[in-house]
């Protein structure tokens, strides 16, 4: 039995303007795979152009709970009727037709297909798995998408080169959601105080406190002599500050060397090594919360 349908969020991330209408696949599986690729990717509305097998378990099986797209698909007979209706027919090529096309990157395929959208329903086609498509069909569509692979090995099974176009049409989509409301998907989260980040960056005394708190460590365990300092203390501090810490970062580090000190025997010993000592001595103890 194939995985039941999970939910479809994405299906307007166009509208369903744009469809994928893959011509005369041979295997169902690949059917399936594509189903996935799209709704992986927000797109839901297939066209299938003369099946060699479509419905069958082998495709519902490969959706892996996608199969709400295939029961959306559309079945024709021709390439012409699954592009009829449609403004845009993009199709999927290798380079070096006798006469030249109009061809274009997927990136360049996917903006120029999500502009026309806003127009009319827009087509991207895909051919056949062991030869693509004819002549006759790449002379239907208005341009011709390369997909720049590894010209020693440059076949790309069909869900692969569909995979490759829904990516690119998503982050198109999502790139333009970020003159809006923003999209959370495309905002990096490096380092604390990006938006998602759990806790707040650390503050510069602390972080001071910690630097002062690691030395006099080090010299409690005879790594570090005061007198000799050479760059150990510069080369440590570039090492830290270039990690980005935030405070509950600051508050294990300090906590493991407070445990360091204790079982040294010389926790309690030094002095001035920062404020909030007591949280500090606690951080061991908070960090299994909070890790």
Request: hydrophobic share 40%; with cysteine.
């Amino acid at each position: 039995m194939h995985k039941p349908a999970l939910p479809l969020e994405g299906t307007d991330t166009f509208q369903d303007q744009i469809r994928i209408v893959l011509v005369e696949t041979s295997h169902s599986g690949n059917i399936g795979a594509v189903a996935r690729a799209m709704k992986n990717m927000g797109l839901g509305n297939l066209w299938l152009v003369n099946p060699n097998s479509f419905p069958d378990e082998a495709s519902y099986a490969r959706s892996s709970g996608a199969s709400d797209v295939l029961d959306r698909a559309t079945v024709v007979s021709t390439l012409d009727e699954a592009i009829a209706d449609c403004v845009v027919v993009m199709g999927t090529s290798a380079r070096g037709r006798k006469v030249p096309w109009p061809v274009i990157a997927p990136p360049d395929a996917a903006a120029t297909a999500s502009e026309a959208a806003k127009g009319g329903r827009v087509a991207l086609v895909f051919g056949r798995e062991n030869h693509g498509l004819s002549n006759d069909e790449l002379q239907r569509c208005h341009y011709h998408i390369h997909i720049p692979s590894n010209p020693e090995y440059s076949s790309l099974n069909l869900a692969m080169a569909v995979q490759v176009m829904c990516y690119e049409l998503r982050m198109h989509y999502l790139r333009g959601l970020e003159g809006e409301e923003g999209s959370p998907y495309l905002k990096a989260m490096t380092r604390p105080g990006d938006e998602g980040w759990d806790v707040p960056p650390a503050e510069v005394h602390d972080v001071e406190g910690f630097f002062g708190h690691l030395e006099q460590v080090l010299v409690d365990v005879d790594f570090h002599r005061r007198e000799n300092p050479r760059q150990l203390m510069t080369r440590l501090r570039r090492l830290f500050q270039r990690a980005g810490l935030d405070q509950m970062e600051i508050n294990i580090l300090r906590g493991i060397l407070t445990a360091v000190q204790k079982a040294a025997g010389t926790h309690g010993k030094a002095q001035g090594l920062g404020k909030n000592n007591e949280a500090v001595d606690k951080a061991a103890e908070q960090e299994d919360g909070h890790v």
